[in-house]
């Protein structure tokens, strides 16, 4: 039984793949409160729209990195903001990290596409 989601605000199918669904209990930087994660989406239904933020730690409440980058991603058809890309995904290299504690930021990653859930709606296909 797979998934098919959907935008809210127009019904648009957003070709969305539950096989490239990240866990609910993977942990990411940008937290995932209230938000699915996919490793991989399908370009052609999305507008994008580059973010940038930077701001000292003590000037945001919402924390979601120091000079990170993130894009914006919008539904095609209605123009409606459904997520936004982080570059906070799983490590493209297996390297141990800078000084072998692990991987940082130092360390190249995949983006990861996380959505809103409130702006998705969400069928099953059997």
């Known amino acids: 039984m797979a998934s098919i989601y959907c935008c809210k605000e127009c019904g648009t199918n957003l070709n969305l793949r ?3 669904l990240f866990p609910p ?3 990411f930087e940008a937290g995932n409160k209230g ?3 996919f490793a991989t989406i399908d370009d052609t239904k999305f507008n994008f729209e580059k973010e940038d933020k930077f ?3 003590f000037e945001t409440l919402d924390y979601w990195g120091i ?3 993130r894009t914006k ?3 095609k058809s209605c123009g409606k903001l459904v997520g936004y890309i982080y570059d906070d995904g799983p490590p493209l290299t297996d390297s141990p990290g800078q000084f072998h504690m692990g991987p940082s930021q130092v360390i190249p990653r995949c983006p990861r596409y996380r959505f809103k859930i ?3 709606t969400i069928s099953s296909e059997t």
């Open 18 to 20: 539950s096989t490239y």
């Open 25 to 27: 209990d993977f942990y």
């Open 35 to 37: 938000t699915l994660s």
């Open 55 to 57: 701001r000292p730690f």
């Open 67 to 69: 000079q990170r980058n």
């Open 73 to 75: 991603m919008k539904c």
């Open 118 to 120: 409130k702006a998705l």
